[in-house]
């Protein structure tokens, strides 16, 4: 078996909220987007990476996913986003450190979803 990517699907509640941490803080592109449906979705994509963010009250509510990024320059990153977005630092991992497995990481959240940045 052989796959090329994954792409995880994230639900809120709300589609400005993954449209506000994924495009406005990280950076993403819409690549499709369709919002007069059912259930209104984009994709987004980021170099390689690529997502699938859904405006779905009831799935927003039964998953409250973590992703993790890994990243060459997790200074840089952290720079950036605490600058720009010092409200979604987590407030557990609100600091590049290192950590007992010997990666460096820190985390932001929304109220829907965790993301952990992370340098080996």
């Not at 990280?26 to 984009?42: E, N, R, S």
């Not at 557990?92 to 497995?101: A, E, F, G, Q």
Request: with cysteine.
């Amino acid at each position: 078996m052989h796959f090329t990517k994954l792409v995880p699907s994230v639900f809120y509640t709300d589609l400005s909220d993954g449209i506000k941490l994924f495009v406005d803080c990280l950076q993403f592109t819409i690549v499709h987007k369709d919002i007069h449906c059912a259930q209104p979705y984009c994709v987004l994509r980021k170099g390689e990476i690529g997502l699938m963010v859904f405006q779905d009250e009831q799935l927003a509510r039964e998953h409250n996913p973590e992703l993790r990024l890994v990243t060459d320059n997790i200074e840089e990153v952290y720079t950036q986003i605490a600058s720009s977005h010092p409200h979604l630092l987590h407030p557990n991992l609100n600091k590049v450190t290192l950590r007992p497995w010997g990666a460096r990481e820190f985390a932001i959240t929304d109220h829907q979803l965790g993301i952990r940045f992370q340098q080996w």
